[in-house]
């Protein structure tokens, strides 16, 4: 099984970055999608941004533009690169990941493998 931790969160006020980092064991790139996934008390996980095994990227619309998802292959890590950031964007974020070398789903509960999260703060 991919196990996941996730790291880099933190607070900052709005308008400032934050780099998340997921770091994987038993991670194999070419056989899985990998995801970012938000969650604020009340809502459904949402899916943020995702990033199959041959690089391709999805982001959810309110993130486009501002975050960017990317891999490091040789170090088994996912990141997500969050700029400009608002306080809607205050959330525990999530790694995900699902078997396969393309994205199958970008609903939360298609995915097999999660992280414990890290959270995020932006204050205005």
């Known amino acids: 099984q991919v196990q996941l931790v996730e790291s880099g969160g933190g607070s900052v006020q709005a308008g400032e970055s934050l780099k998340l980092s997921c770091a994987a064991s038993?991670?194999?790139?070419?056989?899985?999608?990998m995801g970012w996934f938000r969650q604020v008390p009340g809502k459904e996980r949402e899916g943020v941004a995702f990033?199959?095994?041959?690089?391709?990227?999805g982001y959810a619309d309110s993130v486009k533009g501002r975050f960017t998802i990317s891999q490091d292959n040789a170090k088994n890590t996912l990141y997500l690169q969050m700029n400009s950031l608002k306080p809607e964007d205050t959330a525990m974020y999530y790694c995900?990941?699902?078997?396969?070398?393309?994205?199958?789903?970008?609903?939360?509960?298609?995915?097999?493998?999660w992280g414990q999260g890290t959270r995020v703060t932006v204050s205005s």
């Open positions: 995900a990941a699902d078997q396969g070398r393309y994205c199958r789903t970008f609903e939360a509960r298609g995915f097999q493998y």
């Open positions: 038993k991670y194999t790139p070419s056989s899985y999608c």
């Open positions: 990033i199959n095994s041959v690089g391709s990227t």
